[in-house]
């Protein structure tokens, strides 16, 4: 069992920059391969960007590479995500969520545990 908290939403404008975070408690931090996620107001939740256990490999959803960078503390049990130019478009709740599997995941049936997620707003 792993719970996960994110922080570090917020209103920016367009063009700005966030980090979130996502502090994990529980079971090894290090056993999990983590992502991101964020879902609008009626749309379906999506990818953003995955990690693996060790860090080593990363994978990014199209629509924010180049832009958002995500990382891990595995001494810290900590997850980030680094966003730059944020455009209206990123508008959503973004989630953390880890998987029992090692490498980067893409689906969201495939991470075990979520956490409550965190609003970012991106104003024009």
């Known amino acids: 069992q792993v719970q996960l908290v994110e922080s570090g939403g917020g209103l920016v404008q367009a063009g700005g920059s966030l980090r979130l975070s996502c502090a994990a408690s529980g079971r090894s931090f290090s056993s999990y391969a983590m992502g991101w996620f964020r879902q609008a107001p009626g749309k379906e939740r999506e990818f953003v960007a995955g990690i693996s256990w060790s860090g080593g490999s990363t994978y990014y959803a199209d629509s924010v590479k180049g832009r958002f960078t995500i990382s891990r503390d595995n001494a810290k049990n900590t997850m980030y995500l680094q966003m730059n130019s944020l455009k209206p478009d990123d508008t959503a709740v973004y989630y953390c969520?880890?998987?029992?599997?090692?490498?980067?995941?893409?689906?969201?049936?495939?991470?075990?545990?979520w956490g409550q997620g965190t609003q970012v707003t991106v104003s024009s």
């Open positions: 969520a880890a998987s029992l599997r090692p490498h980067v995941n893409l689906r969201p049936h495939e991470y075990d545990y």
